[in-house]
């Protein structure tokens, strides 16, 4: 086994000894969280939680082999014979190394990173530096780089392809910049986002410069630290004051997204997902409203006729087929590739930055609005996207989620490495764009299909069914 480069966020004193690949033994795991990707690692075959800070399991039921009543046989499916668990040799319990796989929260992350030695066969959610892309201040500012990089290179045209998020800029570092730009458009309505949270804290809106007043002087938000006079980083954009509505509500699309490595760059794309709807009729008469503006879960379940059963959801499948039969086909399919394009440009604006490791991975939450002509505007990407089910729906699409997620990892080494579709999740990217090569029932009836990206977020995937023929599929080759 080749020896484990010592570089900052990989060193240890005393390195313990390296496991291999896992292929025939069962998979240990350990989840910071309580919620659906839990029941997923517990149900797995052969996967088996172990003892730590963040685990609800007593440390004497570690050894038990999990539940698969909820994987439905799929994890099994063209599983090749290993031997049973019971006659592996007894593996060392309560060991900070005694780990597979690890679903750890950032705080963890940031943590312990730097001073942890992973082996070969670990797996941890998370890279090192995520927020380069996932703090809304930051996400704008290498949009910005590579689009200025870009127009240098290839000229202002292909800088075009940039032009997916709203005028932004960084307060209070660039407030000065953001009044000239505020004076030059009188009376639009703009937004303010805190740069580093989630769930809508801290969101509002205003037409005046004077409603920020607060802002400026660091009330707005309460400061961790009370000898500071500079309130806490924010973002202001131009509101998107034409949302597409439908029933007259305003919503926005979660699309899940998948990176495996980010040298070379290799990205997967979730079919599911859902389209978020306010609670309330969209107006721009009152922009104090949260219902009417955020479509945030966490600010819609406060609303007084929230149905917490229906959750103000629509699955993308559902959103598709409305979309395809208001507005057309090629028109979607036109919408969905714009989607593609804004998440390719905004993986690239990191790609160079991003530490990459090979024992990392991330599943990226992106939040996308349409306005009234179909053009998508990236809102913003999350790195730890919620995996709390907000009714059965959900549930059983996260869970379809994360199951196909630990597919794609392979830690069971039980594919080939070269599918293109593992259950709901689209190989959309692998050091370039990758082809389809099968047609959907969602691909534009008279559209070539010479060129069409391996892309079919909203359209309908017989998961179990795809995943029993890339497993027998894959068994077979590896048996030649």
């Known amino acids: 086994m080749s020896k484990v480069a010592r570089i900052p966020g990989y ?19 350990k989840c910071s969280l309580q919620n659906v990707i839990l029941d997923v690692l517990r149900g797995r075959p052969g996967w088996t939680e172990v003892p730590g800070p963040n685990s609800q399991v007593p440390a004497a039921q570690q050894g ?3 539940s698969n009543q909820q994987t439905s046989g799929l994890t099994q499916t063209g599983n090749q014979s290993r031997p049973s668990l019971q006659s592996l040799p007894p593996i060392p319990r309560n060991s900070d190394g005694d780990w597979d ?26 890279f090192r530096n995520h927020y380069e892309l996932t703090r809304k201040n930051l996400m704008v500012k290498n949009l910005k780089r590579l689009r200025k990089q870009t127009e240098r290179e290839q000229g202002k045209t292909e800088a075009q392809s940039f032009d997916f998020y709203p005028t932004t ?23 303010m986002k805190p740069a580093a949270k989630s769930q809508g804290k801290g969101i509002f809106l205003f037409r005046r410069l004077k409603d920020i007043t607060d802002w400026k002087k660091g009330e707005y938000q309460p400061l961790s630290d009370q000898t500071r006079d500079v309130p806490e980083t924010y973002v202001v954009q131009r509101y998107i004051e034409n949302p597409l509505l439908i029933g007259g509500r305003k919503f926005d699309v979660r699309v899940y997204v998948l990176v495996c490595s980010y040298n ?37 379940k406060n609303a007084p006729d929230y149905d917490p059963e ?20 090629d028109k979607v399919q036109k919408m969905f590739k714009a989607i593609d394009n804004i998440i390719i440009k905004s993986l690239q604006s990191v790609q160079k930055i991003i530490i990459n490791d090979k024992h990392c991975f991330e599943m990226y939450g992106y939040d996308v609005l349409l306005d009234d002509d179909l053009k998508p505007w990236l809102i913003e990407i999350n790195a730890s996207p919620s995996l709390t089910a907000s009714g059965k729906e959900d549930y059983d699409l996260k869970f379809g989620l994360i199951s196909d997620l630990l597919n794609v990892l392979d830690l069971e080494n039980r594919l080939t490495g070269k599918e293109k579709r593992i259950g709901g999740w689209d190989l959309l990217w692998d050091d370039g764009p990758i082809v389809a090569d099968d047609n959907m029932d969602c691909t534009p009836a008279n559209g070539a299909a010479v060129s069409t990206p391996n892309s079919y977020l909203g359209c309908f995937n017989d998961r179990k069914k795809q995943l029993r023929e890339i497993y027998l599929t894959a068994q077979s080759v590896k048996k030649s």
């Open 11 to 29: 060193q240890s004193k005393n390195p313990k000894q390296n496991r291999g690949i896992i292929g025939d033994r069962e998979i240990r795991f």
């Open 64 to 66: 038990t082999r999990p």
């Open 101 to 126: 796989f690890y679903w750890c929260d950032r705080e963890w992350l940031h943590q312990n990173y730097d001073t942890m030695f992973l082996h070969e066969h670990q797996k941890i959610l998370h």
């Open 169 to 191: 800029y960084e307060l209070p570092s660039e407030y000065h910049i953001f009044v000239e730009e505020f004076k030059k458009n009188l009376g639009i309505i703009w937004i």
């Open 264 to 300: 070379p760059l290799k990205v997967w794309l979730y079919r599911g997902g859902f389209a978020r709807f306010s609670n309330t009729r969209f107006s721009l008469d009152s922009i104090e409203d949260t219902y009417v503006h955020l479509t945030n879960v966490a600010v819609q």
């Open 310 to 329: 229906k959750g103000c959801k629509w699955s993308t499948q559902q959103l598709r087929k409305y979309l395809a039969a208001k507005h057309g086909v």
